[in-house]
């Protein structure tokens, strides 16, 4: 089993900036290779991007590129979003989800593993 949880959402003005995290526990050996998603209201999740376990790989929705950047730091057991420039439909609920592989097409069903997820809001 491997848990997850993510912190770091809240309300924030357009242009402006969050750091979400990620912290996972548990048997995380073989499923170490972690996923941002988000869902919007009224819309699917999407996945926002994905990071493989040793950070060497990462992906990006188009439209987050330059905007948001992925790491981790594993003796931490934290992967970080670093959300900049931020727009309202950026809001959504964030979630981290942790996987066996890891894949630039950053789609949900690769992973197994789901937080709760930390609701981003970006208004004025």
């Known amino acids: 089993q491997v848990q997850l949880v993510e912190s770091g959402g809240g309300l924030v003005q357009p242009g402006g900036s969050l750091r979400l995290s990620c912290v996972i526990s548990g048997s995380t050996q073989d499923y170490d290779d972690i996923g941002w998603f988000r869902q919007a209201p009224g819309k699917e999740r999407e996945g926002v991007s994905c990071i493989s376990r040793d950070g060497a790989s990462t992906t990006y929705l188009d439209s987050v590129k330059g905007r948001f950047t992925v790491s981790r730091d594993n003796t931490k057991k934290t992967i970080y979003l670093q959300m900049d420039s931020l727009k309202p439909e950026d809001t959504g609920i964030y979630s981290c989800?942790?996987?066996?592989?890891?894949?630039?097409?950053?789609?949900?069903?690769?992973?197994?593993?789901w937080g709760q997820g930390t609701r981003v809001t970006v208004s004025s």
């Open positions: 989800a942790a996987g066996s592989h890891y894949s630039s097409y950053c789609a949900a069903y690769e992973y197994d593993y």
